[in-house]
């Protein structure tokens, strides 16, 4: 079974609208972390925001913030106000409990609409 | 603070050659992990190295090796180079066993 599942392949937003990515996760440890990280063109991963499985808040990170059902094991990425430099990969990784590997989803491309 | 670098940015060999990759952390940080990504299979965990031991592996055959220096810079090597062996390879690097884990901009390697 995939750790990490991502059902969008692709999105578009309008500019300055919110957008939601989806990712699901599949663990039985009580103890994980989940992340989601921008690709751009360029190659480069940009961590973006983290959530940890005992956090009892969402996560924030300015414009970023991960809505997290833990019962549905739901980790989505909610981007407010899209700006253009906003179009890129998204990928949604776990790392379960004290474990040292990262599960990567397949990513979401978004493409930010003027 | 410097970011994670690699080494070479862009590579290009043949099938049957062998290949090595070079990452250097951020500095201060110990553990070093390689992906690889794949426009088929996506982004997969290759191994993580902690205080030059490797401390966890991805299912990769034995032709995908790596080891670190006593500077936390890592190498990954791949011998008897495959078509499918063409990827972005990638290194993170992280503070101890911190969450935060940084990637560098990726070797391109495609085979021939």
């Known amino acids: 079974a995939q750790k990490i599942t991502q059902t969008q392949p692709g999105m578009f937003v309008q500019e300055k609208e919110a957008v939601t990515l989806d990712c699901t996760y599949d663990t039985s440890d009580q103890s994980y972390g989940l992340f989601w990280y921008k690709q751009p063109s360029s190659g480069e991963m940009i961590f973006l925001i983290y959530q940890g499985s005992y956090d009892e808040q969402n996560a924030t990170e300015g414009r970023y913030s991960l809505n997290f059902q833990k019962a549905r094991k739901s980790a989505n990425l909610v981007i407010s106000a899209s700006q253009l430099g906003d179009s890129a990969m998204y990928f949604c990784a776990m790392r379960e409990g004290t474990g040292n590997q990262f599960y990567f989803g397949t990513g979401t491309s978004l493409t930010v609409i003027p | 603070k410097a970011g994670v670098t690699q080494t070479p940015r862009y590579l290009i060999k043949t099938r049957g050659q062998q290949v090595t990759l070079s990452c250097s952390p951020i500095s201060g940080h110990r553990s070093v992990s390689w992906y690889q990504q794949t426009p088929g299979q996506g982004l997969q965990f290759l191994f993580e190295y902690f205080s030059e031991t490797q401390r966890n592996k991805g299912n990769f055959p034995g032709r995908f090796s790596g080891r670190q220096f006593s500077n936390s810079r890592s190498e990954m090597n791949v011998s008897t180079l495959e078509l499918g062996d063409s990827a972005l390879y990638l290194c993170?690097?992280?503070?101890?066993?911190?969450?935060?884990?940084?990637f560098g901009p990726g070797t391109r390697l495609t085979v021939t």
């Open positions: 993170a690097s992280r503070y101890w066993d911190s969450y935060e884990q940084y």
